[in-house]
């Protein structure tokens, strides 16, 4: 009895020890991602996938928004600078995540800009008062015009916003 009990022990420790390697190597971009609330792609497969820019304090303050949006938990979010969208998504490159958001569906379709929020006020219940809006004919060209403007500022309006900005804003703001 004796023995089974510290056999059982020693499992549980080397369990415990085993689970707190893996978490002192998170990654910067899984850290933020953890500490948004966000679930991860991995985690929930049978979602849709949200890729943003997870080092634009902007842009983690309008997912944030979006996962409010979501009762259904029907999105997964991954920063366009983790490692498994370039494996996962290789068509999609560098410049066109840094220009918009993007959404691709549990059928693999990819929606990017206006194209994804429109997509969104169909997919989240609590967006639909969006989707009369958003699908006005021939109104996509507008919204993404509008989608655009936004996103070429997002590091100015975050400083604006009061947001400290930090390295990864600077970058993009001296350009």
Not at 14 to 41: C, F, H, W
Not at 48 to 66: A, E, N, S, T
Not at 120 to 141: G, Y
Request: glycine share 6%.
């Amino acid at each position: 009895m004796r023995l089974h009990l510290i056999g059982r022990f020693l499992t549980r420790t080397r369990y415990m020890n085993a689970s707190a390697k893996t978490n002192v190597s998170i990654t910067g971009d899984e850290a933020n991602r953890r500490q948004l609330g966000l679930a991860d792609p991995d985690d929930q497969p049978n979602t849709d996938v949200v890729i943003f820019d997870g080092q634009c304090r902007f842009c983690k303050k309008q997912v944030q928004r979006l996962k409010a949006f979501d009762s259904g938990n029907r999105l997964s979010y991954i920063s366009l600078h983790d490692s498994r969208v370039a494996e996962r998504y290789p068509e999609l490159t560098r410049d066109q995540l840094m220009d918009q958001m993007y959404v691709i569906s549990t059928d693999g379709n990819r929606h990017g800009g206006a194209a994804a929020v429109r997509y969104l006020s169909r997919r989240l219940p609590k967006l639909w008062w969006l989707a009369p809006i958003m699908h006005i004919p021939f109104s996509l060209p507008l919204w993404q015009w509008l989608y655009n403007r936004v996103a070429i500022r997002r590091y100015k309006l975050s400083e604006k916003m009061g947001d400290a900005c930090d390295d990864a804003c600077n970058i993009h703001l001296n350009k």
